[in-house]
């Protein structure tokens, strides 16, 4: 411990620069905030065009008709319009919030909400949770507008909205409720454990991110979800047989197999799973079973599993906490800069002991370029284990000695195509645009692949006879 604490050390050495030189970091972030979002623009100006094609690729050209392919393109049009716009309106609305001191006007406001209570400045928990609320407030007002026009008129327009204004509005106020309910005491934790362990909070502030992530895999499920959604058991029928099955022979540790009720919000589909190590729980939406045969559902969850028998989700958490250690390594030379507040129109009484949690929003606001960037490769880090999901799928009739299963990858594909077209998904993708926005590979870029694996298991197969 006492070496790590050494090499962190070190390292505020080398920034020491944050506390003496005179940087103007209200310019740094408004310049690389807008460079970012100039640059998101620029990648869906690149993207917009292909929505202008009057033809799928031809890996897909037999699989959809001419007038689901023009649905698509238009839904593809209509959001990247929608994109654009909230892109650039968002970053207009946060570039004025900085140039107008509203991040300093918000922990003002904070410190009078609680003095009306007969609490001091001295209370920096207690005055970051208020700091934290009116944040809150200022900035999800003019979301609000935006989230209704995408749900009622851009999702409703081509067919996917399955909400009332009536659901819109409780699901905000939960929504808000959770936030406060568990947002708040996760935030006080976070701030104590700061002040709790002083310089050497690196490895305590991470063993308590991790430790809360952990709770949140436990009580997302049982709490949270049911509070939006209907998780009802499976029905007995082919489809629960066969993943059971699946489960079994792979030695999935399944505990429950739900459908939720997706269609009570939107026509898009999807399935997926989650739970501890000893414990997991797939789910598949009521619209995914409504669309696709039984044996390209077990196709999909094929592919889910794949992610399980590779630990994706656990190589993930490990980089995210490469990605955290960063973080919060660097950030004492942030916590330590009084000019650092400064230049954010903080006084210089709020400046001299720079309140925690302001620090932190800030320090995260001038890592907005590094975390662009770092976005990119965890996706090219995500589009590898999807290929890898899906060769484990192809290949599964090998592994659990089950010939019922040698179509498992041209399930797959019917899966995916299917998927896309329910949902209108875009076929033609510019290559920078997926690079910085997708996780998954575009659609021909696995049906390639998926033909690539079955090609290779056909050519072995008959090397063997």
């Given at each position: 411990?006492?070496?790590?604490?050494?090499?962190?050390?070190?390292?505020?050495?080398?920034?020491?620069?944050?506390?003496?030189?005179?940087?103007?970091?209200?310019?740094?972030?408004?310049?690389?905030?807008?460079?970012?979002?100039?640059?998101?623009?620029?990648?869906?100006?690149?993207?917009?065009?292909?929505?202008?094609?009057?033809?799928?690729?031809?890996?897909?050209?037999?699989?959809?008709?001419?007038?689901?392919?023009?649905?698509?393109?238009?839904?593809?049009?209509?959001?990247?319009?929608?994109?654009?716009?909230?892109?650039?309106?968002?970053?207009?609305?946060?570039?004025?919030?900085?140039?107008?001191?509203?991040?300093?006007?918000?922990?003002?406001?904070?410190?009078?909400?609680?003095?009306?209570?007969?609490?001091?400045?001295?209370?920096?928990?207690?005055?970051?949770?208020?700091?934290?609320?009116?944040?809150?407030?200022?900035?999800?007002?003019?979301?609000?507008?935006?989230?209704?026009?995408?749900?009622?008129?851009?999702?409703?327009?081509?067919?996917?909205?399955?909400?009332?204004?009536?659901?819109?509005?409780?699901?905000?106020?939960?929504?808000?409720?959770?936030?406060?309910?568990?947002?708040?005491?996760?935030?006080?934790?976070?701030?104590?454990?700061?002040?709790?362990?002083?310089?050497?909070?690196?490895?305590?502030?991470?063993?308590?991110?991790?430790?809360?992530?952990?709770?949140?895999?436990?009580?997302?499920?049982?709490?949270?979800?049911?509070?939006?959604?209907?998780?009802?058991?499976?029905?007995?029928?082919?489809?629960?047989?066969?993943?059971?099955?699946?489960?079994?022979?792979?030695?999935?540790?399944?505990?429950?197999?739900?459908?939720?009720?997706?269609?009570?919000?939107?026509?898009?589909?999807?399935?997926?799973?989650?739970?501890?190590?000893?414990?997991?729980?797939?789910?598949?939406?009521?619209?995914?079973?409504?669309?696709?045969?039984?044996?390209?559902?077990?196709?999909?969850?094929?592919?889910?599993?794949?992610?399980?028998?590779?630990?994706?989700?656990?190589?993930?958490?490990?980089?995210?906490?490469?990605?955290?250690?960063?973080?919060?390594?660097?950030?004492?030379?942030?916590?330590?800069?009084?000019?650092?507040?400064?230049?954010?129109?903080?006084?210089?009484?709020?400046?001299?002991?720079?309140?925690?949690?302001?620090?932190?929003?800030?320090?995260?606001?001038?890592?907005?370029?590094?975390?662009?960037?770092?976005?990119?490769?965890?996706?090219?880090?995500?589009?590898?284990?999807?290929w890898e999901a899906d060769r484990f799928a192809c290949e599964i009739e090998e592994r659990l000695s089950a010939p019922e299963m040698k179509d498992m990858g041209e399930r797959l594909s019917r899966a995916l195509i299917t998927l896309h077209v329910?949902?209108?998904?875009?076929?033609?993708?510019?290559?920078?645009?997926?690079?910085?926005?997708?996780?998954?590979?575009?659609?021909?870029?696995?049906?390639?692949?998926?033909?690539?694996?079955?090609?290779?298991?056909?050519?072995?197969?008959?090397?063997?006879?």
């Open positions: 411990m006492d070496l790590l604490h050494s090499q962190l050390a070190a390292l505020q050495q080398k920034l020491s620069f944050v506390a003496t030189d005179p940087i103007d970091w209200k310019f740094y972030v408004q310049a690389f905030s807008w460079g970012v979002t100039l640059f998101e623009s620029y990648l869906l100006l690149r993207q917009y065009p292909l929505y202008s094609k009057t033809s799928p690729p031809e890996v897909l050209a037999d699989h959809f008709d001419a007038e689901a392919f023009t649905k698509s393109q238009n839904y593809g049009k209509d959001k990247a319009k929608f994109s654009l716009i909230t892109g650039l309106l968002k970053q207009a609305l946060d570039s004025a919030m900085l140039h107008y001191g509203l991040y300093a006007f918000a922990w003002d406001m904070g410190g009078r909400t609680i003095a009306y209570f007969g609490y001091g400045s001295e209370y920096e928990i207690l005055q970051s949770l208020a700091f934290a609320i009116v944040l809150f407030v200022i900035s999800s007002i003019p979301s609000i507008p935006l989230s209704a026009y995408q749900t009622f008129v851009l999702e409703e327009m081509h067919g996917f909205n399955k909400t009332t204004p009536m659901l819109f509005i409780t699901d905000l106020v939960k929504s808000w409720a959770i936030g406060f309910v568990i947002g708040m005491p996760f935030l006080a934790a976070f701030l104590y454990v700061f002040g709790w362990a002083g310089d050497r909070f690196v490895p305590w502030l991470m063993a308590f991110l991790l430790a809360f992530q952990i709770i949140m895999v436990i009580i997302y499920p049982t709490v949270i979800q049911p509070l939006f959604n209907k998780l009802s058991p499976l029905k007995e029928g082919e489809l629960r047989t066969r993943t059971e099955s699946l489960a079994t022979k792979l030695k999935f540790p399944l505990k429950h197999l739900y459908e939720i009720d997706g269609s009570k919000r939107s026509s898009h589909s999807n399935a997926y799973f989650f739970g501890l190590p000893w414990s997991k729980h797939i789910v598949i939406f009521d619209t995914l079973i409504k669309e696709s045969k039984p044996e390209e559902v077990e196709a999909v969850l094929a592919h889910e599993l794949g992610h399980w028998y590779h630990m994706h989700p656990t190589k993930l958490l490990c980089v995210s906490q490469v990605h955290i250690f960063t973080i919060l390594a660097m950030f004492p030379a942030f916590l330590h800069a009084p000019q650092f507040l400064r230049a954010f129109d903080f006084s210089a009484a709020v400046s001299a002991h720079p309140p925690t949690i302001v620090a932190f929003l800030l320090f995260q606001m001038i890592l907005s370029p590094l975390e662009a960037v770092i976005g990119i490769a965890l996706n090219f880090l995500s589009r590898q284990f999807e329910k949902n209108l998904s875009t076929l033609w993708v510019d290559w920078l645009y997926s690079a910085y926005h997708h996780s998954h590979p575009t659609l021909t870029e696995r049906l390639k692949a998926l033909q690539a694996y079955q090609s290779k298991r056909d050519g072995a197969a008959k090397k063997e006879l």
